[in-house]
């Protein structure tokens, strides 16, 4: 009884550990450190426009956004509501370009971007509507 009780301790005990280190990242620098991206203040001064095309023969869609020298990755978002309240990252990386490929055509999407940096996170890019 003690040893399944110790088991589930564990198992709980871990996915805590996880779930509060899924928001850390290791920030190149001087000195290896780590840096939670939930605590990143918002630099309002680093702005990001978000566009995006569509292939001529494909219709395959492509976004592009604003580079910074200094950005560490980019984070794009996706959600079905234009408030983004239930969105999910479609990509985390460190290109200023993503091929989405081929839009849904039951519903309606909404996408926006953002850069994160050593210190700080620009606000979100304006939003782009991809029907």
């Avoid at 088991?7 to 001087?30: D, Q, R």
């Avoid at 995006?52 to 020298?69: C, L, Q, R």
């Avoid at 993503?98 to 890019?125: D, I």
Wanted: net charge negative; with cysteine.
């Amino acid at each position: 009884m003690i040893c399944i009780r110790l088991k589930y301790f564990i198992i709980i005990l871990g996915t805590i550990l996880l779930a509060s280190c899924s928001n850390e990242i290791t920030v190149p620098s001087s000195s290896s450190n780590s840096v939670n991206l939930s605590t990143l203040p918002v630099d309002s001064t680093k702005k990001i426009d978000l566009h995006f095309g569509v292939g001529i023969e494909t219709g395959e869609i492509e976004f592009y956004w604003t580079a910074f020298d200094d950005a560490i990755f980019y984070e794009l978002e996706e959600s079905i509501n234009e408030y983004f309240i239930s969105s999910s990252t479609v990509y985390k990386g460190t290109s200023t370009r993503y091929n989405l490929g081929y839009p849904s055509r039951w519903f309606t999407h909404y996408y926006r971007v953002r850069a994160y940096f050593a210190n700080a996170v620009s606000v979100w890019s304006n939003s782009v509507q991809i029907p």
